[in-house]
């Protein structure tokens, strides 16, 4: 992820310019091309969000022999400013790829003059993800699509595959095999499948696995830019998480299971939506306020999501405890492995989706653990 190449980082660069400053991106520019004309289409986006009818009269794009400059200026290119342009490029033996008085490549013309539902159907036929990126989904440099991977499997060609995804999957599945060989097996060996509640005890801590980490991943990877960097972000997110659910587990110890599973099945839901809402809402207004502070509002606004998803799995381990004590280490090892497993699934999942909806889907997992905890409390 990059918060440089996002729709919200160019409108952001584009506010600190003069009237008539320029804003200079430089990127490759491959056949058939990617970064680049994906660089276009943001250029666009940013400028529609601004209010400019016509993003193209505000773009130029120079052309070298791998590199292009994606020139954007805060009002429309003159003709004598393209003159000079099209007079250096030549001179230096340059190719304008795109302005606003010239005869351009047709993909450039389409994705930063054409009509929005126009660009956004050239998107869905292209073979490459040129969509802009967002602050939700800051995935710039992954430009490729799940079917570019169905079609290189089909041809039995693993070598062009998409060089984000093919690995991803590779450690999913090394993932899935050990699990087989060290929880599965040994739990039909031991016949754990037949005591009381197996189904829902599996359902309950896997899901209490993949949803705590889709919170904590997608938390670090959208703090990145507020916190200042990644070290910054992974760990303050791993400490205030780590230790905030450490509270709440030691304070479920004070509540009985049925009523504390009923008040996190409504809690826990709505206050990982709320944080997900707010965190986007925030982070851009609250940029410029020093490290200490923006720290603080971290801790503000993620403590209360780390106390609440820290309560269901030692609450969970009671009801089995109760129920089935021979399940006990099973529900630990169900936890660890859907942890683990979740650590790969909540990048992936963000990179084609974005932040915001893998919130979502850990409510979503939150709600059907609490529920079915609830009904066997």
């Known amino acids: 992820e990059t918060y440089l190449y996002t729709v919200e980082g160019v409108m952001a660069a584009m506010e600190h310019l003069t009237p008539n400053g320029v804003l200079s991106y430089s990127r490759l520019v491959p056949d058939p091309p990617g970064e680049t004309l994906r660089l276009a289409g943001l250029m666009a986006e940013g400028l529609r969000r601004r209010g400019v009818a016509n993003p193209g009269l505000q773009v130029v794009i120079i052309k070298g022999s791998l590199w292009a400059d994606t020139l954007v200026k805060n009002c429309p290119f003159t003709a004598a400013e393209v003159g000079a342009l099209r007079t250096w490029a030549k001179q230096n033996e340059f190719d304008v790829l795109f302005d606003p008085f010239g005869q351009n490549d047709p993909r450039y013309e389409l994705v930063l003059r054409g009509s929005p539902d126009r660009v956004e159907q050239f998107y869905g036929e292209n073979l490459f993800d040129l969509s802009p990126p967002t602050d939700d989904r800051p995935f710039f440099f992954n430009y490729e699509k799940w079917r570019n991977l169905v079609m290189e499997l089909k041809l039995q060609r693993l070598a062009p595959a998409p060089s984000a995804i093919l690995p991803m999957l590779c450690a999913l599945g090394l993932s899935m095999l050990l699990a087989t060989l060290g929880i599965l097996m040994p ?191």
């Open 187 to 377: 739990m039909c060996r031991h016949r754990v499948s037949g005591m009381p509640g197996a189904g829902s005890s599996i359902v309950y801590f896997g899901s209490l696995g993949l949803g705590f980490i889709f919170v904590e991943i997608a938390l670090i990877q959208k703090l990145m830019v507020f916190l200042g960097g990644p070290t910054y972000s992974l760990a303050f997110t791993l400490f205030i998480i780590l230790s905030f659910s450490g509270l709440g587990s030691y304070f479920s110890r004070r509540w009985r299971a049925l009523e504390a599973l009923t008040l996190l099945a409504i809690l826990i839901p709505v206050v990982i939506v709320l944080m997900s809402i707010v965190l986007s809402a925030a982070i851009p207004h609250l940029l410029g306020l020093a490290l200490p502070l923006r720290i603080m509002v971290g801790i503000l606004v993620i403590s209360p999501v780390a106390f609440l998803i820290g309560m269901p799995f030692p609450l969970g381990l009671t009801i089995v405890g109760r129920l089935s004590p021979g399940w006990v280490p099973w529900a630990w090892a169900i936890n660890s492995f859907t942890t683990v497993l979740g650590t790969l699934l909540a990048v992936l999942l963000s990179m084609h989706f974005g932040f915001h909806r893998v919130f979502l889907l850990a409510a979503f997992l939150y709600l059907l653990a609490l529920s079915i905890g609830r009904a066997h409390a």
